[in-house]
């Protein structure tokens, strides 16, 4: 098949953030089919700053391995305001179809969203030149950003609820990423059969327990005698981590423990800025660190934190720094309401905090790093669910399932 995936933050091999995408094309094209990634010029873990102008930055073609990769126009300041993300969400939409409209005859688009703008642009001139697409999707728009109160004009959500509209209604299959997603657009009206749900796959062959690497990190960042609670991922909007913060305030005067935030996202000015104001000697916020070297930190540390807002929609999210905690063995603080505590507490690998009780997680925290035996079995137990339902070569296959089907049941209907 000749493939083409569309999503704004791709990552290539070994950078910060979620490489989900790579891995997935990076698969399909040692399977031998011909993939092509369009994507925009800044990761969402990156601030990387273009020298060139824009109107030379517009398609650039590269490769990744065996992946062919166009890379887009997309306005670099992401996280320097909503309306800098707005700016970058818009600027995509544009370019990503100059990318689409340079790839000859592919037999199908995979768009993954969010943002929905960009998908909707793709979507559209899919359905104009009679290509089948596949949607993502990996959080529902518009309205996990009217739960979280960032969209909150009729006219700008209206319009956005009619893109997903066109979007769920034009693909030929709808790829859900947590069970949660998949029952709220089938309960909308959307045909069972059409909504697949394929979750977060874990490559144990990268994320494990490393000791070494644990013992190396903790004595290059001065962790020798500390116990770390860390956090790694986004450092955005939805991931509350205020929560932390204030946590961190109750447990001040314990100086064996210190909570690591590592990474990087809109709010990451402001969670410094707190740290400093309330001279949070116990936090140390570091930028984020290439994907190969995750599970060297996350082994490093002692319990892990998953934090989310407390909205109703996040009651159906699963992220993926919570099952990469879990693969390298280490119990997991969860803030989180629904299935990700489901997952959690049927793994038997951590415990649950209500999504806004600093207290309750203060509380947890001594708790966990007071009992080593508990720690030590919740690890295990973690590990052990993760191999056992996070294969991600069994989501990469079903996602080629889906693909080879699509592409097939459009033949057939030409």
Request: charged residues 25%.
């Amino acid at each position: 098949m000749k493939i083409v995936v569309v999503y704004q933050y791709y990552q290539g091999q070994g950078a910060p953030g979620h490489s989900a995408v790579y891995e997935l094309t990076q698969y399909l094209a040692e399977r031998g089919h011909d993939v092509t990634v369009i994507s925009g010029e800044t990761g969402y873990m990156r601030r990387d700053t273009p020298t060139l102008p824009w109107y030379r930055r517009l398609v650039r073609q590269d490769y990744d391995g065996k992946v062919r990769l166009l890379r887009t126009y997309s306005y670099p300041e992401l996280h320097r305001s909503y309306l800098g993300r707005l700016m970058s969400f818009l600027s995509f939409s544009v370019s990503c179809l100059f990318g689409l409209m340079k790839v000859k005859n592919p037999d199908i688009v995979l768009a993954s969203s969010p943002p929905i703008f960009p998908m909707f642009s793709i979507g559209f001139l899919c359905t104009i030149l009679r290509i089948p697409f596949v949607l993502e999707v990996r959080d529902l728009w518009p309205a996990s950003a009217v739960q979280m109160g960032i969209l909150k004009n009729k006219v700008l959500i209206a319009i956005m609820a009619g893109m997903e509209r066109f979007l769920y209604t034009r693909s030929r299959k709808i790829v859900a990423k947590t069970e949660g997603i998949q029952a709220d657009i089938r309960a909308r009206g959307w045909d069972h059969e059409k909504v697949e749900r394929i979750t977060y796959g874990v490559d144990i062959a990268k994320l494990y327990p490393d000791a070494a690497g644990a013992e190396r990190i903790r004595r290059e960042r001065g962790w020798d005698d500390k116990k770390i609670v860390m956090y790694f991922g986004a450092l955005g909007e939805a991931n509350n981590l205020f929560v932390t913060l204030r946590a961190a305030e109750r447990l001040r005067d314990r100086q064996d423990i210190l909570f690591v935030l590592i990474g990087d996202g809109m709010k990451r000015g402001a969670i410094e800025a707190r740290v400093a104001e309330k001279n949070l000697t116990n936090v140390q916020v570091c930028p984020p660190v290439p994907k190969d070297d995750a599970r060297l930190f996350l082994s490093a540390a002692d319990v892990c934190l998953v934090t989310l807002l407390d909205i109703p929609l996040f009651q159906g999210a699963i992220p993926t720094k919570m099952v990469d905690y879990m693969a390298c063995g280490k119990p997991v603080l969860c803030g989180i309401r629904g299935e990700a505590l489901k997952i959690v507490t049927a793994a038997g690998a951590g415990v649950g905090f209500e999504p806004e009780d600093d207290e309750q997680l203060a509380r947890l925290v001594t708790d966990l790093l007071g009992d080593e035996t508990r720690v030590a079995v919740m690890g295990q137990q973690g590990m052990a669910y993760v191999e056992a339902h996070f294969s991600a070569l069994k989501m990469r296959e079903k996602m080629e399932g889906i693909l080879q089907e699509g592409t097939a049941a459009w033949h057939a209907s030409d």
